[in-house]
């Protein structure tokens, strides 16, 4: 996220009635409660923060395709190299964003902006972020991209295990749109996770994002 664009809102409350926060916000906080609202994040995203190694990397593909493996190996290689992330897993935070979830468009396209605007926040206090999202539709990561400005968008091509075919769950049920020009794309039938994500690492560092 660039810190020299603003986030400007009426809605957003005044300094003198909420005091920034002076020490990076974790996950957890978020998660557990820390913000209630989207006007308290866009008011806390306008604080100044060191973004200097921060990224964001949306792990995206079909339902039961492979992106928590994937995420699980990354973080792993991330954490070897001294990069620690924190990891924004849909199915986690669904309980919280939407505990009785329709499943609908409208609130796919909210929760999946919650997720970034939570995952943006956290990049602009200088933390690295893992999204293990679905994240449906293309627009929304692009919308993801546009807001995060270290960014990489991770295809896990891979087909869907064979005992969740017929499954009828809300979450196999969805129309997913592929992206049309990722930056890596991982396919299960070529390559390990570790593997995989070993070319993601590669690809961080070949962006400068990690030494």
Not at 125 to 137: H, K, L, S, W
Request: contains cysteine; charged residues 25%.
């Amino acid at each position: 996220m660039n810190h020299s664009e603003k986030v400007t809102s009426t809605e957003v409350p005044s300094a003198s009635t909420i005091e920034p926060p002076m020490k990076p916000i974790s996950c957890a906080t978020l998660v557990g409660g820390g913000v209630k609202s989207l006007t308290r994040l866009k008011y806390m995203l306008t604080v100044e923060a060191n973004t200097q190694d921060a990224f964001g990397i949306w792990v995206t593909g079909a339902p039961a395709s492979g992106k928590w493996t994937l995420t699980a190996s990354l973080k792993e290689q991330l954490r070897a190299r001294g990069v620690d992330v924190a990891v924004l897993e849909s199915d986690t935070l669904r309980k919280t964003f939407t505990p009785n979830p329709r499943y609908d468009e409208e609130e796919r396209k909210t929760f999946y902006q919650q997720i970034a605007d939570v995952g943006a926040l956290l990049i602009a206090q200088g933390v690295p972020v893992i999204f293990d999202a679905t994240e449906n539709r293309r627009a929304y990561r692009d919308r993801a991209r546009k807001q995060i400005t270290r960014f990489v968008e991770i295809y896990v091509d891979c087909p869907v295990p064979k005992h969740t075919v017929g499954r009828t769950t809300p979450e196999l049920q969805i129309d997913y749109e592929p992206p049309e020009t990722p930056d890596l794309v991982v396919t299960c039938e070529a390559e390990s996770p570790g593997a995989a994500a070993g070319r993601v690492v590669a690809l961080l560092a070949e962006k400068g994002y990690i030494r």
